[in-house]
């Protein structure tokens, strides 16, 4: 198999990656190009290494990871799915291992919060991380004056941080926002659905899923 390094240095899927965003970034949506998929997949990995699983697990949430939002390229509705697609064909070309593919395709299939289930440990890990990447970096329009909620929300937040406690009992994501920009009203108009993924991932991870806003726990 291929390593997650590999394939971040494949130029075909660099180049999904990019055109992917380039659509998103017509439709007005936040950063969803290298920055996005390079943090989802370290958190992942961080996410199932802490927690004891194998080192191929890991490569296999980081590569799943990484490879998330290839679906963008089609169209952003039901991307999970023309993802999911999209990577077959391209694990399947690079020579993956059949159960490896029918992992990582699983996990991408299941990462949208509109139709997606945390079946098994990798796609628990994928949802989990890349929910959690809220953050002012990925707010591509410069002017405050004609923000959107998801650009006011994602503006907001000038630190988040997703955590396993000591025990490995619980997964804490704490969001520190600034109220100038956005609101925690804000946050959970838009990202309520995802915070109730957050909770079933954790659960299937078997932990406690905890959103503190501003030192305030709200979950």
């Known amino acids: 198999m291929m390593t997650y390094e590999q394939i971040r240095e494949n130029p075909t899927i ?14 007005g949506y ?23 699983y194998d080192e191929h697990t890991v490569e296999l949430s980081k590569i799943a990871s990484y ?15 023309s993802g999911a697609v999209m990577a077959f064909r391209i694990l399947d070309n690079l020579g993956f291992d059949p159960l490896d593919i029918a992992t990582i395709v699983t996990a991408i299939g299941n990462h949208d919060e509109g139709t997606g289930i945390p079946v098994d440990e990798v796609a628990a890990a994928l949802i989990l991380a890349d929910k959690s990447d809220v953050r002012r970096s990925r707010v591509r329009n410069q002017d405050i004056q004609t923000f959107d909620i998801h650009d006011r929300v994602n503006y907001s937040v000038t630190k988040s941080e997703l955590k396993i406690n000591e025990a ?8 520190t926002v600034d109220n100038r920009f956005g609101s925690v009203m804000d946050y959970f108009e838009i990202f309520m659905g ?23 726990q709200l979950i």
């Open 30 to 52: 936040t950063e969803h190009s290298y920055a996005h998929v390079t943090r989802v997949a370290e958190m992942a990995g961080y996410i199932l290494e802490t927690l004891g």
């Open 194 to 216: 995802r915070m109730l993924m957050c909770r079933k991932a954790a659960e299937k991870l078997g932990l406690q899923f905890k959103l503190m806003i501003n030192e305030q």
């Open 168 to 175: 490995h009992t619980l997964i804490k994501l704490k969001l």
């Open 14 to 27: 660099q180049t999904y990656i990019a055109q992917a965003d380039k659509s998103l970034a017509a439709l």
């Open 67 to 81: 490879l998330h939002d290839i679906g963008n390229l089609v169209n952003r509705s039901e991307h999970s799915q």
